[in-house]
């Protein structure tokens, strides 16, 4: 199953790459910041087309056309099509495509593909977490001697003094912090040992289901920012971690 959601994955990166003209082909959903291309669209539909041709049975839920399905029940999957829809717009090319697949609101296979890089994140329950085929795991290192990095929930406007407030909390206790603008391949980073941690106020099933398995099978930790599991079927706070980390909130004013 793994093999084949990757394959699938891999054929929908060729559209994100073969993407032009994208500034007239992107229109504002509710804001000026939250946009969506056309290319999001196209990738979204191919994927439904093909996962659910792969595995009939299961509901989808995708971020440009989400239907009435219940990820709790069941296989779903979970689908986030241009994560970085923003950094796409701009060509800033640091945006990946995104696809959980769940089983009574489990997540049992992970994919994360930044086509630009030609970085395939992959992982299965159970089974590991890996890189382009070769396995990943966290760092080791404190925060003291690492850096993380951090999202600002631009749909939830109210959350940014307290993502000030924490971010400057974090940055005291760490050597330095990132902010790329996409979450998903933020929690690739926390997998892989790039950074030491990940947090953000608020994001859906789409940007953080794939990625909260892989660090979990990178040997990490994730969990809702609040604190307790994270859960997989709507919008939460996200804290990610390695192991040394995963207790540093207690610390600090969330």
């Given amino acids: 199953m793994l093999k084949q959601i990757i394959s699938i994955v891999r054929e929908a990166g060729k559209t994100v790459l073969s993407a032009h003209d994208i500034g007239s082909r992107t229109h504002e959903k509710t804001s000026a910041a939250d ?26 839920l995708g971020e440009e056309e989400a239907g009435p399905p219940r990820p709790e029940q069941g296989w779903t999957f979970i689908v986030d099509p241009i994560d970085g829809t923003a950094n796409f717009v701009r060509g800033l090319r640091r945006s990946a495509i995104s696809v959980a697949l769940t089983r009574n609101g489990a997540v049992e296979y992970g994919v994360v593909y930044d086509p630009y890089k030609d970085e395939m994140f992959s992982a299965g329950r159970g089974a590991g977490a890996f890189l382009n085929g070769g396995p990943i795991c966290v760092s080791e290192k404190p925060l003291a001697e690492g850096i993380f990095s951090m999202g600002t929930a631009l749909y939830r406007r109210e959350y940014f003094a307290p993502t000030m407030r924490l971010t400057e909390q974090l940055f005291e206790r760490s050597c330095d912090f990132r902010r790329m603008g996409a979450a998903a391949l933020d929690l690739c980073d926390v997998a892989c040992g790039r950074v030491e941690a990940f947090f953000e106020y608020s994001l859906f099933p789409w940007d953080y289901a794939a990625g909260s398995l892989l660090i979990t099978e990178a040997g990490g930790f994730v969990s809702a920012l609040e604190g307790g599991p994270l859960p997989i079927v709507q919008r939460s706070g996200v804290w990610a971690s390695n192991r040394v980390n995963r207790d540093i909130l207690s610390e600090l004013e969330v």
Wanted: charged share 30%.
């Fill in 35 to 60: 946009l969506v291309t056309e290319y999001d669209v196209a990738v979204e539909r191919f994927l439904r087309e093909k996962l659910l041709a792969l595995l009939p049975e299961a509901a989808f």
